[in-house]
């Protein structure tokens, strides 16, 4: 168990590492549980880009859901 533990640390802290600056910092707000539009209005950024990069971090941590996105940051964080 602890092998296979190990290797899904490693894979979430490889997929977050594909993350520009900006991708991680909406994905921050995300898990916070943040809205699109307040993402935007503290990133100074617009609604459109806040929902472009939540794509793109989706797809860049290969999350189907939320929970998915959440895991694999909680699992990266404990890589660390």
């Known amino acids: 168990y602890a092998r ?13 590492a594909q993350l520009s600056p900006r991708e991680r910092e909406v994905l921050e707000r995300i898990a916070l549980g943040r809205y699109n539009k307040t993402i935007a209005a503290e990133l100074g950024i617009s609604v459109s880009t806040v ?22 940051l909680a699992l990266a964080n404990d890589a660390e």
């Open 51 to 72: 929902e472009i990069h939540r794509k793109r971090v989706m797809e860049k941590l290969q999350a189907e859901s939320l929970s998915d996105l959440i895991r694999t």
């Open 4 to 16: 296979f533990e190990a290797a899904g640390l490693k894979i979430a802290a490889a997929r977050m």
